[in-house]
């Protein structure tokens, strides 16, 4: 049993979840410029038909990142049940950081290709 009186383990957690909103959101943003970064050094190369899908990869990465973000600052700013928000705004992010490291796999072989 918990020695903590009734409800402060739920305050606890909902402050912790906070937190969280806190590192996902410039985090994310970071990660939106770093696509966009990618996306334009990709376009001063030729890379055909595989440079064609990687930029459609890293822009689609690049909103998953971008609604992780506002999902986060959304969190922040509600002042009742973040929760929610805040678990979509971490999956998401999750669900960028997968993308990144295909986008990354696939530029590591397309270098190798030429």
């Known amino acids: ?7 402060v383990g739920a305050v ?14 410039p985090t994310a943003a970071t990660m939106v410029g770093a696509c966009m970064t990618v996306l334009s ?31 986060s600052f959304v969190a922040i700013r509600m002042a009742a049940r973040p929760a929610r928000l805040e678990t979509w705004a971490e999956e998401l992010f999750l669900l960028g950081l ?12 397309a270098i190798d290709l030429r």
Not at 12 to 25: G, Y
Not at 49 to 70: E, P
Not at 99 to 108: G, H, L, P, R, Y
Request: no cysteine; proline share 2%.
């Open 12 to 25: 606890m957690a909902t402050a912790i979840r906070a937190r969280l909103s806190h590192h996902i959101l």
């Open 98 to 109: 997968l993308v990144s490291a295909i986008v990354a796999v696939v530029i590591a072989f």
């Open 41 to 71: 050094i990709g376009r001063l190369s030729s890379a055909g038909t595989l440079g064609v899908l990687v930029d459609k990869m890293l822009a689609f990465d690049s909103v998953i990142f971008l609604i992780s973000a506002v999902l």
């Open 1 to 7: 049993m918990s020695t903590m009186p009734n409800g």
